[in-house]
Structures are given as structure tokens and as C-alpha cells.
């Protein structure tokens, strides 16, 4: 539409495609300025031309641009979802691990049993990590104060 337009200007208000001007033949003179016009229209096209690509490529950009960031909402999204999906049946493993090891069970048992709720523990961390993540990304992270004595931290980490 914007071609057709331009294409439209370039030969109403330049005379340019025609070969008189009022019904006159062009003489020399008008065939010089004509040249003039044509170089004149057809850089005016050029530029034209050249804006209207500009703005192909930016409504394309913004297109993308939307795409992606409902790609990373739906990402987000989905490891929340599934974080919390396995998190939850995780803490009622380890809820039964922890009556296990109230009883009374023979030192292999026992290995087991706390092997199994080491590992349970750790997939813990690992989806909560997951989580954390996941609300960094979607600007929804809550941090929360919680005091500590800074010197009893160092003294731990040097041993």
C-alpha cells in the first residue's frame, strides 16, 4: 500500500512516467529537469523505500519481542508448577522416612532409610532452588529479614 502510494506521488507531483507536461511535448530544457526530478523522485523513493523497511523490521522485532516474553512467562510458569508438583509428595516422603527412623530398625535399615532421606532432602533444596529462580525471573522474589550474628557465621566458616 505504502509502495503504491509513494509510486502514486512520484508521478503525480514529480511528472514523472509522463512525456509531456499539459498536453506540451517536453523541449532540451524540460528533458534536463526532468532528469533533475527523476534523480530527485527516485532518491525520494529510495529513502521512502527505506523507511518503510525500517518499519517492517521494527513491528517484526516488536512481534518477536512479545513472543519471547510469553515464552518466559510459560517457562516460569511451568517450573513453578512442577516444582511444587513434586515437592509436595517429596515432603510426605520424607515426612514417613522421618516415622521410620523413630523405630526401631537394624543399623542397615537405619543406613537406608537415612540415605534415602539425605537424597530426599537434597531434591528438597534443588526444587526450592528451582522455585527461587523461577520468581527471580518473574519479579515476584520476596526476600524477608532475618536476624543473624555476622560473628558466630565467620567463626563456623573458619572451621
Avoid: W
Avoid at 33 to 55: K, N, P, T
Wanted: hydrophobic letters at 50%; aromatic letters at 6%.
Amino acid at each position: 500500500m505504502v509502495k503504491l502510494l509513494l509510486m502514486l506521488i512520484l508521478v503525480l507531483v514529480l511528472g514523472i512516467g509522463s512525456q509531456t507536461k499539459m498536453g506540451l511535448e517536453f523541449g532540451p530544457c524540460d528533458c534536463y529537469l526532468s532528469g533533475l526530478h527523476v534523480l530527485y523522485g527516485l532518491r525520494f523513493y529510495a529513502g521512502a523505500i527505506h523507511i518503510v523497511q525500517v518499519e517492517d523490521l521494527f513491528d517484526t522485532m516488536q512481534k518477536l519481542k512479545v513472543r519471547a516474553e510469553a515464552a518466559d512467562v510459560a517457562k516460569s510458569q511451568f517450573l513453578a508448577t512442577v516444582s511444587h508438583e513434586i515437592r509436595t509428595p517429596m515432603n510426605g516422603i520424607l515426612g514417613m522416612l522421618a516415622l521410620l527412623l523413630d523405630t526401631d530398625l537394624s543399623s542397615t535399615h537405619r543406613d537406608y532409610a537415612q540415605m534415602a532421606q539425605a537424597c530426599g532432602q537434597a531434591l528438597i533444596t534443588l526444587i526450592n532452588e528451582v522455585l527461587d529462580r523461577a520468581k527471580i525471573e518473574a519479579g515476584k522474589l520476596e526476600l524477608e529479614a532475618v536476624p543473624f550474628d555476622l560473628r558466630v557465621l565467620i567463626l563456623l566458616k573458619r572451621r
